[in-house]
């Protein structure tokens, strides 16, 4: 059995629905980070086997396929498209490892892409004749008492597990100024449309907390991550490859992806990360780094909490409260930005996870 090793990651800049990305299309989003991530990685395009792209605004088709074409990619790379929503950009990464450890390939591109700006418009139908009604959540469950929106659910875990609206916002408050201050390495960021940073950082203060607007509950405008476009992917390869290239080789050495209660999606990561320590016989304290996504701040909380991880290695340059969530390139990102974590460090080992709707939960583990 062999390795698997991220050689290169690279994601756009991330902005809000509408904003300085909404006019790309999810190809043009998509390819020019492809080619950007191989480029880094020093891999001819020939050498790609499949490119695995998470998206979960359904685009219809195949957006993997359009985005390797769009690309220049060999016709032979099929496109694996993937939906397991939030969690799906690290999934593809997953998916990924186990190509390359089974031997089924050696060069896969894998992360995700979203533009919430270009989402189609969905509508259900009915057997009895009425007009088609529009939507903009999908079930997550068979059972609607069971399928909480995203809000009301982040509203209830801060009611079950104490945690305040002050707690939240200060998080909130905290991740913007991590985004401020961080300078992302040029390897990182591929500009796209004359933008080339995060658009949505800024300076939050707790009294911008303290009048934002209220979603639900505790839940507001500011401890909660803003929909947003994006695409990121890094680029997975066995050890023979690695061998040959000169660059960073970052070992992905865990992954799994996990169902919780579909009621409390927040606590779904916990069972995903206790599982990759499981695999690895490694805990909390051997963590030099991690990236844990904030769609929520309650959420990022209550899994930094509940893992046991210490507060001061989580999101070093900011989370996804500070750039916003693109929502199938979001765990993506979450593992772009932990591979650069590594390297800036040298050496360490770093942790991703992210939670789905539904109540899923994935996680993965990288070392340097």
């Not at 220049?72 to 190509?99: F, T, W, Y």
């Not at 206790?274 to 844990?292: C, M």
């Amino acid at each position: 059995m062999t390795r698997a090793y991220v050689v290169s990651a690279c994601r756009s800049p991330v902005a809000p629905r509408g904003g300085a990305l909404a006019h790309l299309s999810l190809p043009d989003l998509a390819a020019p980070v492809l080619i950007a991530a191989l480029t880094r990685a020093g891999l001819e395009p020939s050498l790609v086997e499949e490119v695995i792209c998470s998206t979960a605004l359904g685009p219809g088709g195949n957006p993997a396929r359009s985005i390797a074409l769009a690309a220049g990619l060999p016709e032979h790379v099929a496109g694996l498209s993937i939906d397991r929503q939030c969690a799906g950009g690290l999934d593809a990464l997953a998916l990924a490892r186990q190509m390359i450890l089974s031997g089924a390939a050696e060069v896969v591109v894998a992360g995700g892409a979203e533009s919430y700006s270009r989402q189609p418009l969905r509508y259900r139908t009915f057997p009895d004749g009425r007009p088609p009604a529009a939507y903009t959540q999908a079930p997550f469950t068979p059972w609607p008492e069971r399928d909480p929106e995203m809000a009301q659910a982040a509203a209830a875990l801060g009611l079950s597990q104490g945690i305040t609206r002050q707690a939240q916002d200060d998080w909130a408050v905290e991740s913007h100024a991590k985004a401020r201050a961080h300078r992302p390495a040029e390897t990182e960021l591929v500009p796209l449309a004359g933008t080339e940073s995060d658009t949505f950082t800024r300076r939050l203060t707790p009294a911008l907390c303290r009048r934002a607007k209220v979603l639900t509950g505790d839940i507001t405008a500011a401890n909660a991550a803003v929909a947003a476009d994006a695409a990121a992917f890094c680029i997975v390869v066995s050890e023979r490859i690695a061998a040959g290239l000169t660059g960073p080789k970052v070992e992905l050495i865990a992954a799994a992806t996990k169902g919780s209660r579909p009621e409390d999606p927040g606590l779904a990561p916990l069972v995903a990360i206790e599982e990759v320590f499981r695999q690895t016989g490694l805990a909390a304290a051997d963590l030099n780094v991690a990236e844990i996504m904030e769609a929520y701040a309650v959420q990022a909380i209550a899994c930094v909490t509940g893992a046991r991880i210490a507060p001061e290695i989580v999101n070093i340059g900011g989370g996804a409260l500070a750039r916003g969530h693109p929502i199938g390139a979001s765990g993506a990102i979450n593992a772009v930005r932990l591979w650069h974590e590594l390297v800036a460090r040298g050496s360490g080992t770093g942790l991703a996870a992210i939670a789905a709707a539904g109540g899923i939960g994935s996680a993965a583990l990288m070392r340097l």
